[in-house]
């Protein structure tokens, strides 16, 4: 049905995947990866959106390689129902649910104990104000969490710095307006999981 409404298969993939990781760029080949379509008919429909005004893109500054980066607008016309629509429902624009594509890595992610908080930043959002990637907040097993992180950098292709902290240590940090927890509370990040709203967003 969607896909009938939207013109194909693999637009209402990149759609999905474009709102439910708002301030999240994606590189072609790493788009193909994670919706599984070839990337002929990826580059044809990210010119559409980018033609629509949709999405937008950007060139990584990277001495390794000039990527070429896509995200979703959020300026865009039509970007809050079309966020109710592939984005899980959520109209806050940086902690939309995510899609399909990514429900396994939260399950793994989840696996490392009680995880309260859990960001993504710096490399997966192209803003290294705060210093790092990942950042997991609760009460985790550092064990797998160092597993969890393994099979992220060899899933992503990079180094993923992370950060992982106890609840009450998070909590403290806030209340004495930490630099780290203030540089994260203003970074560009994609919320994965927020269970007690610990994070202070204006």
């Not at 950042?135 to 180094?159: F, H, I, P, R």
């Not at 209340?175 to 967003?201: C, S």
């Amino acid at each position: 049905m969607v896909e009938q409404l939207f013109g194909s298969k693999t637009r209402v993939k990149l759609l999905q995947l474009f709102y439910g990781n708002p301030n999240r760029p994606f590189y072609v080949r790493e788009i193909t990866r994670k919706i599984d379509e070839q990337i002929n008919s990826v580059r044809r429909e990210l010119a559409n959106l980018l033609s629509v005004g949709i999405i937008s893109s950007e060139s990584a500054d990277e001495s390794k390689n000039n990527k070429l980066y896509y995200e979703v607008n959020q300026n865009y016309e039509y970007y809050d129902p079309l966020l109710e629509i592939f984005g899980g429902g959520s109209k806050k624009k940086a902690t939309a649910k995510t899609t399909p594509s990514e429900i396994d890595e939260l399950t793994e992610l989840k696996t490392t104990g009680n995880v309260e908080l859990a960001i993504l930043t710096g490399q997966f959002t192209h803003d290294e104000s705060a210093g790092v990637d990942l950042v997991v907040v609760g009460d985790v097993n550092q064990t797998k969490m160092q597993k969890y992180v393994s099979a992220l950098e060899k899933k992503e292709g990079k180094d993923i710095r992370y950060v992982s902290m106890d609840v009450a240590e998070f909590k403290y940090r806030n209340q004495v307006n930490d630099r780290f927890v203030n540089q994260l509370t203003l970074a560009k990040k994609q919320i994965l999981i927020d269970k007690q709203k610990l994070l202070k967003e204006d």
